[in-house]
């Protein structure tokens, strides 16, 4: 068993931050342990195997002790000088044992959820060692950086963006009215309103937020729209006229803007470290992957997708 996912699950649901502190480990309790010479942490061996607690059939030493204790950061190590905080902590390593026996007991190592969850921390496990760590050994240099700043710099840099939401209606009286009412709204009162009124399926779940974009790019939202929200000059302001477009009328707020950013090859640097370092991870994966595939039979039935039915559920739409 892992000892730090199956904290990080617990937490929310107990709410003692003594649990993390008993919980967590860099080693599982599975894992090899390298022969040192002792002592360690002052035990001698012979003390180190010493059994400290038992909780059912899980055997709690000395030595597992002190290691979790050496395993915490230093402000925390500092805190279990006194015997009154090495016992706390050893309560609350029992506590979760006696969770984790109890967790056992009802069945909730078998259900799928769990198995899923064990599954994901294996991959993840491993990715980390056998991909993470040779690509964190062989560093990018920053020559290797610096050419890819050079190529295109402007890659880096960033047009100015706003935020906009908009109420979409068929009818332009109807448009009108509420045009009125939602100059007179704050950003909440605004997208209360899209979510109750918007005649836009696509947006109005969100209180028709419309997202960051910048003056010229393609796509949505219309370039009408785009035009429109650029000429407003405060955050919460409403454009003052409906906007044609799309078979009817738009009611435009803005609701956030973004300066246009211009990077050195020094303030792009990390980014550009970050990009290489994910594109060369995903392309490990990939080839991993590719590799497995060949060693491993795979046999998959893709007509079989055909036979799921998914239940969903109409969404009126607002008259």
């Not at 006194?82 to 309560?91: G, M, Y």
């Not at 399926?201 to 960051?212: N, P, V």
Request: negative net charge.
């Amino acid at each position: 068993m892992s000892w730090k996912p199956a904290v990080i699950i617990l937490l929310p649901l107990i709410g003692l931050s003594g649990l993390v502190e008993a919980g967590c480990s860099k080693q599982a309790d599975d894992a090899p342990v390298a022969e040192e010479a002792w002592p360690q942490n002052g035990l001698t061996e012979a003390q180190a195997n010493e059994v400290l607690a038992k909780v059912g059939d899980r055997t709690i030493t000395v030595g597992e002790f002190a290691d979790r204790l050496a395993s915490q950061s230093p402000y925390l190590r500092a805190r279990f000088e006194s015997p009154e905080r090495r016992k706390e902590f050893l309560d609350n390593l029992v506590r979760f044992e006696l969770l984790v026996y109890e967790a056992k007991r009802r069945g909730y190592e078998d259900k799928p959820e769990i198995k899923r969850a064990r599954r994901n921390a294996m991959i993840q496990q491993m990715v980390k060692n056998e991909i993470d760590a040779p690509l964190e050994a062989a560093e990018i240099d920053d020559e290797e950086i610096k050419a890819i700043y050079d190529a295109d710099p402007d890659e880096y840099n960033r047009p100015a963006q706003v935020r906009a939401s908009h109420i979409f209606i068929e009818d332009r009286s109807r448009a009108q009215k509420l045009l009125a009412q939602a100059k007179k709204a704050d950003l909440a009162g605004f997208r209360k309103m899209a979510r109750e009124q918007s005649q836009d399926e696509k947006t109005k779940s969100s209180g028709g937020d419309l997202q960051f974009f910048t003056a010229d790019e393609e796509g949505s939202p219309p370039k009408a729209i785009r035009d429109a929200a650029f000429t407003i000059a405060k955050v919460g302001v409403v454009y003052p006229d409906l906007v044609e477009e799309g078979g009817g009328y738009h009611i435009i707020m803005l609701t956030g803007k973004r300066a246009p950013l211009t990077r050195t090859y020094e303030q792009a640097k990390r980014a550009i470290r970050h990009k290489l370092n994910r594109e060369r991870k995903d392309a490990a994966v990939a080839a991993l992957t590719e590799r497995l595939r060949k060693d491993i039979d795979v046999e998959i039935d893709y007509e079989a997708l055909n036979a799921i039915e998914i239940a969903t559920e109409d969404i009126p739409r607002s008259p």
